[in-house]
């Protein structure tokens, strides 16, 4: 499951300080608050708050960009293998059934006069 991007919501970049996010999540807050707002949705507030509470603690902070870069390092890998799987099925024939069992057949008597 891909993590969302606590970045991206708070609209702040990854390098952003804690003062930032702060300034941040509070403009978001106000901009999106129901009683200031009646057209926002009460999902929106939830994902910002829950995103400040990973970004504005540390400790949640460092973990949560530590999950983001092992998530990237899948992604990178998964990748790779499918560029290379569609690669290689790219470079070889497919065989169609009838020329798989001639070859079979060819195989089995080359193998009987052995």
Do not use: C
Not at 22 to 27: C, D, F, V
Not at 45 to 63: H, T, W
Request: net charge positive.
């Amino acid at each position: 499951m891909a993590l969302p991007d606590y970045y991206a919501i708070l609209e702040v970049s990854s390098t952003a300080s804690s003062d930032d996010i702060k300034r941040s999540y509070r403009r978001l807050a106000r901009l999106h608050h129901p009683d200031l707002n009646k057209n926002t949705e009460d999902l929106y507030i939830k994902r910002i708050n829950e995103a400040y509470a990973i970004l504005g603690d540390p400790m949640r902070r460092m973990a949560y960009d530590i999950q983001r870069l092992e998530q990237m390092k899948r992604d990178v890998i998964l990748n790779f293998i499918l560029t290379q799987r569609g690669q290689i099925q790219q470079k070889q024939p497919r065989m169609t059934w009838k020329e798989g069992a001639q070859g079979f057949v060819r195989e089995l008597k080359k193998n009987m006069h052995d």
